[in-house]
């Protein structure tokens, strides 16, 4: 099975590097940066990575490639997966470095053809207690709910992502909202491979204060609260 690993941007310049460099390494068969409109140097880090490569940066060919879409993460995502021939399509956030084994603990997890897909443990870049423990409650949280977020790294078989109908067009939760969709269609992988994400919008806010804020916003959803009106509220924490 091929792999393509899709990464929506938005003024990732800080960290997006970083990130290129570590997933080139991992040598899946694609990889799609999607931009929603950056305003810094996110795009100019994209060519420069695809230059170190010595592959021609095209929105159609080649093993890394650069697109620009209506801004939105579920927007971006679903037009980067448009894009690829891939059999598995596995969704990364700018922030995110994944396991050095990540190629093969998918192949291995898909090799029963009763899994449609699956997510990684996230672990974040940060020693902290208030890390540590907000990491090890995601993880236990996913696991017992079936329920994976974009810190995850989710992956899904591509005929499977196509079949469920992709990424609901909202603001956020889409992922939420997508492995919902995606546990009815078959068994999803929980894997204890961790994905390493950045810690700092926790750091930012305040780690209790964020925690409040985001499960005040999932419980909102959970009761029927639209994602369109919980967004103004989630850009608090960005």
């Not at 950045?198 to 499960?215: D, S």
């Amino acid at each position: 099975m091929t792999i393509a690993v899709i990464i929506p941007v938005l003024n990732e310049a800080r960290c997006l590097g970083q990130t290129l460099s570590h997933t080139i390494a991992l040598r899946f068969d694609d990889m799609i940066v999607v931009d929603g409109g950056s305003t810094d140097d996110t795009c100019g880090i994209v060519r420069s990575c695809a230059d170190r490569m010595g592959t021609h940066l095209s929105p159609t060919t080649g093993s890394m490639r650069l697109l620009t879409a209506p801004r939105g993460r579920a927007r971006q995502m679903n037009s980067g997966a448009a894009t690829s021939g891939s059999d598995v399509l596995l969704f990364l956030h700018a922030d995110t470095l994944l396991p050095s084994n990540a190629r093969q603990a998918v192949l291995t997890a898909l090799s029963d053809g009763t899994c449609v897909g699956g997510r990684f443990n996230v672990r974040f870049d940060s020693s902290s207690l208030p890390a540590r423990i907000i990491g090890g409650l995601m993880n236990l949280r996913s696991r017992w709910s079936g329920i994976a977020t974009g810190d995850q790294a989710i992956f899904v078989r591509r005929d499977v992502f196509e079949k469920i109908g992709r990424f609901a067009d909202i603001p956020l939760m889409e992922d939420i909202e997508f492995t919902r969709r995606l546990k009815r269609a078959g068994k999803i992988a929980a894997l204890s491979d961790e994905a390493v994400t950045a810690f700092r919008r926790w750091e930012q806010q305040g780690p209790l204060r964020t925690i409040l804020l985001m499960w005040t916003l999932r419980f909102l959803y959970w009761i029927g609260v639209s994602p369109h009106r919980l967004q103004h509220f989630y850009s608090m924490v960005r």
